[in-house]
């Protein structure tokens, strides 16, 4: 049985939920700008289709680090 080219590329994939810079922003409290300073710097990768790059939201709440209290010390 023959499978198309796009049905193949789409089997083993699991959907995944991308968000726009502006939404990554509002929804981590920060500004665009340092979010496109995290994509620059590497830290996030952004992915482009045409002139709409996207983010994976588990990238950009993996890109925060824990920052122990002062009692922790």
């Known amino acids: 049985m023959a499978v198309r080219?796009?049905?193949?590329?789409?089997?083993?994939?699991?959907?995944?939920?991308?968000?726009?810079?502006?939404?990554?922003a509002r929804r981590t409290g920060v500004s665009e700008k340092t979010i496109r300073r995290r994509i620059q710097d590497g830290v996030l990768r952004a992915y482009r289709m045409g002139r709409i790059i996207r983010l994976d939201p588990i990238q950009v709440d993996e890109a925060f680090a824990r920052v122990h209290s002062w009692r922790d010390r």
């Open 5 to 24: 080219r796009t049905q193949l590329a789409t089997l083993d994939r699991v959907p995944r939920q991308y968000e726009s810079i502006q939404d990554a």
